[in-house]
Structures are given as C-alpha cells and as structure tokens.
C-alpha cells in the first residue's frame, strides 16, 4: 500500500509543474487575444522574447520583437476574431516548454470565411514570465 502512495506522491510532484505552465501559457494566450481584438501589436509582441522567431505560413522567418509586432498588425489588415485552443503542453525542463495548439480565425473582406489552423510554440521562462520563443502555425486540420 505504501508503494502505490509513494508512486501517487511521484506522479503529482511531476504533472504539478506541467499543469503550472500550462495555466500560465493558456493565461498568455487569453492575454495575446486581447491585445490583438484590441489592436496592441506592441503589447502582442511583449508576449514574445527579444530574440523570438515567428514562421508564418508561406512567408519568410520573422525575427525580433519589432517585426514580429509589424507582423502582426499587417496580419490583423486580413483577418480578425482569432480563437486560440491549448491541446497540449511538454515541459521542456524548468524554463521552456512546447505547446501545440489549435485557432480558428474570420478572414476580412466582402465575404468573410472562417480558417482553422494549427500551431506549435516553444515557450521560455525569461524572468517570472513565459515568453514565447519560436511560434510556427498553418491553416487545416
């Protein structure tokens, strides 16, 4: 009896951290929803650290701070209303982890059409903060 509480006590200490980190990430990401409904590109790329890497689809690599936020606001000119959903969080260690995602977002226009897509972001630990490091996503399932 006593080993399967001491195997009980193990698991909880392990998935606690995981369960941790994803509560802060899907917290960001409500906050990075916000802040794009809201027009805060600015605000949107103080969600990312100073060296982040964004790869948009069919488009070249984003990097830093300043392009992804103009990254951002060119992409809010096409599209609008994005819904982000947290299917998975990896902890990569203490300090990063590797979220996979899914979103669905309104293109702009005469008629508006609904896209889905799929993410995947590394999140690192900068100071008490998650920021997200390397952001990768697509349209389809």
Known sequence: ???IASAIAI???LSAPALAQKAEIEA????WIEMFNKGDFSGIASLYSADATALPPG????QGRPAIE???KSMAEQVTDPKLTTVDVKPLGSSAAR???TFVLKTKGSTPQEVTGKYVVVWEKVGDDWKLATDIWNDGK
């Open 59 to 62: 488009s070249a690599m984003v």
């Open 99 to 101: 979220e996979i995602g």
């Open 1 to 3: 009896m006593r080993n």
């Open 70 to 72: 103009v990254m951002w």
């Open 28 to 31: 960001n990401n409500a906050k």
């Open 11 to 13: 698991v909880i200490a």
